[in-house]
């Protein structure tokens, strides 16, 4: 697989191996890695950059570890993307302008229906624009933390042993 980053890439595979066991790996070595953050609960761990190196685009690696009884391999789950309140807020941006092309649409129809000025078909102009200029500032963002983005996979590939992407295509295959 021919890997480009995406906005969140998603990637999930398993291993033969005890979530505890998996839990301790990724610890022990992110402790080992003093560049990392680490905040771990139950079968969940966040991985992030320290306050002092992060910028606006910095990513964060939520893993999830799951395991239906002791005799199956465990399941990990795992999401790159930037941080949740990076990512509320491009996805309030995004309602934010769909809003406005509804209300546009709405506002141009009732114009038309009238025979009036239809200067309401204007907003799902600008609503258009600035879902487009949301993109092309996603794309960017996905520029600059490309290589932290696979720096956290090294991360994990180096803490168990194993590389992610191939084995998340054998588990999706």
């Known amino acids: ?5 995406e906005f969140r ?6 291993l033969a191996r005890d979530n505890q066991e998996i839990s301790d790996s990724i610890l ?3 402790k080992a890695d003093s560049g990392l953050h680490v905040r771990k609960t139950h079968h969940h761990i966040i991985l992030s950059y320290p ?10 690696l939520d893993i999830s570890i799951e395991q239906e009884s002791k005799s199956e391999p465990s399941l990990i ?15 309030f941006i995004y309602g934010l302008f769909g809003f406005v092309g509804f209300i546009g649409l709405t506002l ?24 487009i200029a949301m993109y092309l500032v996603s794309l960017e963002g996905r520029k600059l933390a490309k290589d932290e983005m696979m720096a956290l996979k090294h991360h994990i590939d180096e803490a168990l042993g194993c590389d992610c992407f191939k084995l998340h295509d054998e588990f999706m295959a």
Not at 9 to 14: D, G, I, L
Request: with cysteine; proline share 8%; glycine share 6%.
């Open 77 to 91: 789950r795992c999401l790159i993307g930037p941080a949740p309140n990076i990512w509320t807020m491009f996805m």
């Open 9 to 14: 890439p998603r990637f999930k595979f398993e």
């Open 108 to 131: 141009g129809l009732s114009q038309w229906t009238l025979k009036t000025d239809m200067w309401g078909f204007w907003l799902i102009l600008v609503s258009a624009v600035g879902m």
């Open 28 to 30: 022990n070595y992110a």
């Open 51 to 60: 306050i002092a190196q992060r910028h606006f685009w910095s990513p964060f």
């Open 1 to 5: 697989m021919s890997y480009t980053p």
